[in-house]
Antibody, heavy 119, light 108 residues
Framework: EVQLLESGGGLVQPGGSLRLTCGAS????????LSWIRQAPGKGLEWVST????????DYADSVKGRFTVSRDSSNSTLYLQMNSLRAEDTAMYYC????????????WGQGTLVIVSS | DIQMTQSPSSLSASVGDRVTISCRAS??????LNWYQQKPGKPPKLLIY???SLQSGVPSRFSGSGSGTDFTLTISSLQPEDFVTYYC??????????FGQGTRLEIK
């Protein structure tokens, strides 16, 4: 059974940093890209970042480029999102999602971790 | 980026009704269109991928169609648990995916 479990969210002041973690199990970790997707309270879904299965390729939404860094560790099947220079508009539930092949749907999602940026 | 526009933003219907939700892309995305269902407080769940393929375990009352720029999600006979929010997603320019704004399905 595929499982994704996020952690690391919390309350942080504007300008601060947080590192989100997503532990994965139930699939060949190295074979699939993983994404971070966020959802502000009461709002829709926004793609944040994706990292390839090998970790060699990363991509970011313009809204977070230069502030967020995605990485992965195959030795412990974990995905990370380092978030720096946080802003109020980064407040959201952050989900990690496994990217399937073919049409690249996000076929499995974690339960999410909530990030609140506020003074 | 490719813009995805869903219509309507909200929809009132009754149990047993047949409903359709539309999604339009700002440029052709072939069949790189996926549909998700999201219940309150839960992550999205994949329903349809590749515009018309039903994800394993999803009830057959859900179906998808379309290609190019215009797509539809159809629920053939609404059940009480279907009154939640639905999103379309384009993966044509993966990984720079984008979502529609969502359609909230409400009980009439």
């Amino acid at each position: 059974e595929v499982q994704l479990l996020e952690s690391g969210g919390g309350l942080v002041q504007p300008g601060g940093s947080l590192r989100l973690t997503c532990g994965a199990s139930g699939f060949n970790f190295r074979s699939f890209a993983l994404s971070w997707i966020r959802q502000a309270p009461g709002k829709g879904l926004e793609w944040v970042s994706t990292i390839s299965g090998s970790g060699a390729t990363t991509d970011y939404a313009d809204s977070v480029k230069g502030r967020f860094t995605v990485s992965r560790d195959s030795s412990n099947s974990t995905l990370y999102l380092q978030m720096n220079s946080l802003r109020a508009e980064d407040t959201a539930m952050y989900y990690c999602a496994k990217v399937s092949g073919g049409y690249d749907p996000s076929d499995y999602w974690g339960q999410g971790t909530l990030v609140i940026v506020s003074s | 980026d490719i813009q995805m526009t869903q219509s309507p933003s909200s929809l009132s219907a009754s149990v047993g009704d047949r409903v359709t939700i539309s999604c339009r892309a700002s440029q052709s995305i072939s069949s790189y269109l996926n549909w998700y269902q999201q219940k309150p407080g839960k992550p999205p769940k994949l329903l349809i991928y590749g515009a018309s393929s039903l994800q394993s375990g999803v009830p057959s009352r859900f179906s998808g169609s379309g290609s190019g720029t215009d797509f539809t999600l159809t629920i053939s006979s609404l059940q009480p648990e279907d009154f939640v929010t639905y999103y379309c997603q384009q993966t044509y320019i993966s990984p720079r995916i984008t979502f529609g704004q969502g359609t909230r399905l409400e009980i009439k």
